[in-house]
């Protein structure tokens, strides 16, 4: 890939430390009709954008320049679409929602001179000060006239698929102005169906995209991941079609493999000051290989399939 103006960082390769993970496939055939070329796509996540000014290691303003910086080399990158992960906005530092659709105007606008498909997963941020409508009125989705909070689509060989947890244990959306719990995040049962359905119908490997881990992730005290990650594996795992899960919402890089599937969790954008501390990453898989480059912050990865 071209890298623009962009010097990638030169990231550790956890492949080369950790030696190559091999797995055996999921029993979808790879179909060579289907694997013409490998699949290339980018990934960001939390970029948290807001006028606000910093807290912590959050950057609010610089999420737009990052984001604008982020746009411009992954037009470079001959990729297939680009999806971005959740807490695409934030809100300022006393919650007004008519200063919160403005910050998702914003940032949203960027986002669109992305020259390809472009695809949102929900974040829990997304839904702090207005409301998942409001989001969801606000973005746009490739295909969608109007944009689902889970939904799939398909490229030649893989059918992907984006899950929202932003709900209670009831099934009832989340709102954090009315005092949802952002630790209580879940898929409800008419989406766990929705979802077991599609992955029934799949007739490519899975791509599974979720702001929220779908494994076990806690954080300096807190929990991060879905709170019936369970079910949601058990789907995937029966299915035996899904080849990885990509997640945002911790700011912290992990890679794991759980029965076969692999759970990657990428970097925040918003975090630490500077276009030199951007993070956002282009993924390229086959049905051999599934390799990550990242850029900035964030790390390569590289691991074998078969």
Known sequence: MKQASISRRSSLKLFALS??????????????????????FGIITD?????REP???RFYRDALPKMKEAIEALNEGQLDFLIHLGDFKDQGAEANMKE???YLQEIETVFQTFDGDGYHALGNHDVDSIRKTDF????????????????????????????????DAEGTDHFYAEGANWEDAHIPSEELEWFKNTLTQAQKPVLVFCH???????????????TNHQEVQELMEASQKVIACFHGHVHKEEFKTIKGIHYITQLGMVDYEGLENNSFSIVELDEAHLKIEGFKRASDYETRLK
């Open 136 to 167: 969801l009125d606000t973005i746009k989705n490739t295909g969608q006239k109007q944009a689902k909070s889970y939904y799939s689509f398909e490229t030649s060989a893989f059918v992907c698929v984006v899950l929202d947890a932003n709900y």
């Open 100 to 102: 919160t659709l403005k």
């Open 212 to 226: 929220h881990p779908l494994y076990p992730f806690y954080k300096e005290g807190s929990k991060f991941h879905v």
């Open 47 to 51: 970029s948290h954008y807001a006028d």
């Open 19 to 40: 030696g190559t993970t091999v797995l055996a496939m999921p029993s979808v055939l790879w179909s060579a009709k289907n694997v013409v070329k490998p699949l290339r």
């Open 55 to 57: 807290a912590g290691t």
